[in-house]
């Protein structure tokens, strides 16, 4: 997969900027990613319509999905932009602004969506297990790579990237002696549990029972309800703005069968 990386952040951060990012994200995903998950891709940067944003030109996106560097946290009008220039196309954003407020490089958010991109990049993936604070209901987990471990980073050539799940992550179960993450960092001498949460990540998950999608942290982790309020409200979230969609459609009549 190529994914087309456009610059909208206004002469905030530079194009050599982003190369330098790009470059090193690259060889996490050639190097750390593709070698356990065996799903390959590479980001490119890419030109831009204009100096800013605009809904009447076509950004030059020439890849199979496009992430949009964003210089604030205006999703409305950066998804309308998406819509107009690229729909159907798999997309992400990376808002600077609010990379600032979550106080990490931006660089750490463009390896945190360039790799759930590639590990669902329609995102419609989803894992059944039981729910996270109540074993004897059952979930369907979001598919999401870095989410879990989102606080975690490490640098590569200098440039600070985020550290992401391993497939067994997603098992029934744990397993003797398994890795189910890339840095595999330990707290309180325990490593990352299958489906679980390390300090300042979260999960998300739909329940059948509500109806509705849900998120989980640890009981008192401070960070990890921080970060996801100010997602949250910021709605940048990949998988939040496609299931808004679908909450604004009208819901279809039910049909009595007699």
């Not at 329940?207 to 509705?212: A, L, V």
Request: aromatic residues 10%.
């Amino acid at each position: 997969m190529i994914i087309s990386v456009i610059n909208h952040t206004a002469g905030q951060v530079s194009d050599e900027e982003v190369q330098k990012a790009v470059r090193a994200i690259n060889r996490q995903i050639r190097e750390d990613y593709e070698p356990y998950w065996h799903i390959g891709g590479e980001l490119r940067l890419e030109g831009k319509s204009g100096a800013k944003p605009s809904k009447q030109n076509l950004s030059d996106m020439r890849g199979d999905a496009v992430l949009y560097l964003w210089n604030s946290v205006d999703v409305d009008d950066a998804l309308g932009y998406h819509d107009a220039n690229n729909r159907g196309i798999p997309y992400g954003f990376v808002f600077t602004e609010l990379a600032k407020q979550l106080g990490e490089d931006w660089s750490v958010t463009l390896s945190h969506e360039a790799i759930e991109m590639l590990g669902d990049s329609e995102v419609n993936l989803l894992v059944q297990d039981p729910h996270p604070a109540d074993p004897d209901r059952t979930v369907f987990h979001w598919y999401e790579m870095c989410d879990a471990v989102q606080t975690e980073i490490y640098e590569i050539d200098g440039v600070a990237v985020s550290n992401f799940v391993l497939p067994l992550y997603f098992t029934g179960g744990d397993e003797k002696g398994g890795r189910n993450d890339f840095l595999g960092r330990s707290y309180k001498g325990k490593t990352l549990r299958s489906f679980g949460v390390n300090p300042g990540g979260y999960v998300g998950f739909f329940d059948p029972e509500k109806g509705d999608h849900d998120t989980f942290s640890a009981k008192g982790d401070g960070v990890a309800t921080r970060r996801m309020a100010l997602k949250f409200r910021a709605r940048s979230a990949r998988r939040g703005i496609r299931y808004q969609r679908y909450a604004r459609q009208p819901k279809r009549p039910t049909v009595k069968r007699r």
